[in-house]
């Protein structure tokens, strides 16, 4: 099974509440490249999951503009989720390609404990930085990090 985790792009601060934050048009122009990557290399998921906050919401519309799929609003998915917490989740998945929109630090998180089954969180997850994790099952040391891709040079590997 493959799973890209994408972390919404650069989002305004001006709310009263993180739920509430847009993306700025930086933000958009990130997440459209990102989705022009995508699309260019032919990735295509199986289902869409996506954190209920407003950026990651606006950021999944902007991915999803090719594929027209259900988008699953997760609460499960919010910066501060707890890996176990989306290791359990994901356990009810049953396809084989899932696309995943959410924020840092569970992003940055989950791959270092998937990876290298480190909970440190160094991967530097940026707006609308993209991994690719493949694994049989998603649990502690588990995964293989297939890539890593940040804006605006998505080409580059930044494993």
């Given at each position: 099974m493959e799973i890209l985790l994408i972390r919404h792009?650069?989002?305004?601060?001006?709310?009263k509440t993180d739920i509430e934050r847009e993306l700025?048009?930086?933000?958009?122009?990130?997440?459209?490249?990102?989705?022009?990557?995508?699309?260019?290399?032919?990735?295509?998921?199986?289902?869409?999951?996506?954190?209920?906050?407003?950026?990651?919401?606006?950021?999944?519309?902007?991915?999803?503009?090719?594929?027209?799929?259900?988008?699953?609003?997760?609460?499960?998915?919010?910066?501060?989720?707890?890996?176990?917490?989306?290791?359990?989740?994901?356990?009810?998945?049953?396809?084989?390609?899932?696309?995943?929109?959410?924020?840092?630090?569970?992003?940055?998180?989950?791959?270092?404990?998937?990876?290298?089954?480190?909970?440190?969180?160094?991967?530097?997850?940026?707006?609308?930085?993209?991994?690719?994790?493949?694994?049989?099952?998603?649990?502690?040391?588990?995964?293989?990090?297939?890539?890593?891709?940040?804006?605006?040079?998505?080409?580059?590997?930044?494993?």
């Open positions: 792009g650069s989002a305004s601060w001006d709310t700025t048009e930086v933000g958009q122009q990130e997440v459209n490249v990102a989705a022009d990557w995508i699309s260019a290399s032919g990735w295509k998921p199986d289902e869409l999951w996506v954190s209920p906050y407003r950026r990651a919401v606006q950021t999944a519309a902007i991915l999803n503009r090719d594929w027209q799929l259900r988008p699953r609003l997760k609460s499960s998915l919010t910066p501060d989720t707890p890996q176990s917490e989306l290791e359990t989740m994901l356990a009810t998945f049953r396809g084989e390609r899932l696309l995943l929109v959410s924020h840092n630090p569970l992003l940055s998180n989950v791959i270092a404990h998937w990876h290298d089954g480190d909970n440190k969180s160094y991967w530097g997850m940026q707006p609308a930085s993209m991994a690719l994790v493949s694994a049989e099952v998603f649990s502690q040391g588990c995964g293989t990090l297939e890539w890593l891709r940040h804006y605006p040079n998505y080409d580059h590997n930044g494993r």
